[in-house]
């Protein structure tokens, strides 16, 4: 499959990439404050309120099995559009974005 562009992240010392057409922007994770949610899986870890709209985030490092870490100044949150939302995951750090790159499944 082609991407003509992919954006590549970091999570526990460890890269992955996703298409950037998903992206909707790249924001530093230490200016918001997420707000807990009684009841949500463990996968998610909150929201937060995104220019006026309530956004939730997701901690991959949970879905991942990774150990829990605390946010530092280049934790990042890649907002991505899902299903007509934004939703944002937590990443280490974002690294670069590589041009026409071809993935193989």
Same mark, same amino acid.
């Given at each position: 499959?082609?991407?003509?562009?992919?954006?590549?992240?970091?999570?526990?010392?460890?890269?992955?990439?996703? @298409?950037?057409?998903?992206?909707?922007?790249?924001?530093?994770?230490? %200016?918001?404050?997420?707000? %807990?949610?009684?009841?949500?899986?463990?996968?998610?870890?909150?929201?937060?309120?995104?220019?006026?709209?309530?956004?939730?985030?997701?901690?991959?490092?949970?879905? !991942?099995?990774?150990?829990?870490?605390? @946010?530092?100044?280049?934790? %990042? !949150?890649?907002?991505?559009?899902? @299903?007509?939302?934004?939703?944002?995951c937590i990443v280490d750090q974002t690294l670069r974005s590589l041009q026409n790159h071809?993935?193989?499944p």
């Open positions: 499959m082609a991407i003509s562009q992919i954006v590549i992240f970091e999570i526990d010392g460890s890269e992955y990439g996703i @298409d950037a057409l998903a992206v909707n922007g790249i924001i530093r994770a230490p %200016k918001y404050n997420i707000q %807990k949610v009684p009841g949500l899986p463990s996968i998610i870890e909150g929201m937060i309120n995104l220019r006026g709209q309530i956004s939730y985030i997701y901690n991959l490092r949970n879905k !991942f099995g990774l150990a829990e870490m605390t @946010d530092t100044e280049d934790s %990042k !949150f890649i907002m991505l559009n899902v @299903d007509e939302q934004v939703v944002g071809m993935l193989k």
